[in-house]
Nanobody
């Protein structure tokens, strides 16, 4: 059974940091690109970042460049999203998703991904 489980969300003050984890089971993570998306109330789901299966290609939304870092540990079957300098606008439910193939701007499109986690809430406020 394919499963993606996000963890690490929570409440943080503006300027703070959080590290999200996406743990995979039921499939060979090594062969999949992993994307992070977020969904805030009243907004559309937004692609945040993506890492290719080999970690050779990294993608970031302009809104998070320089603040977020994506990485993966295929031995631990986990992908991470380090989020620094958080802003209230980063408040959302964050999801990780797996795709067999991701190239170029396809990383940003939810339909590229076949497997999704249940999400973890990130709240940035003072």
């Amino acid at each position: 059974q394919v499963q993606l489980v996000e963890s690490g969300g929570g409440w943080v003050q503006p300027g703070g940091s959080l590290r999200l984890s996406c743990s995979a089971s039921g499939f060979t993570l090594d062969y999949y690109a992993i994307g992070w998306f977020r969904h805030a109330p009243g907004k559309e789901r937004e692609g945040v970042s993506c890492i290719s299966s080999s970690a050779g290609r990294l993608y970031y939304a302009d809104s998070v460049k320089g603040r977020f870092t994506i990485s993966r540990d295929n031995v631990k079957k986990t992908v991470y999203l380090q989020m620094n300098s958080l802003k209230p606008g980063d408040t959302a439910v964050y999801y990780c998703a797996a795709a067999r193939w991701v190239y170029g701007s396809a990383w940003y499109r939810p339909e590229t991904y076949g497997y999704w986690g249940q999400g973890t809430q990130v709240t940035v406020s003072s």
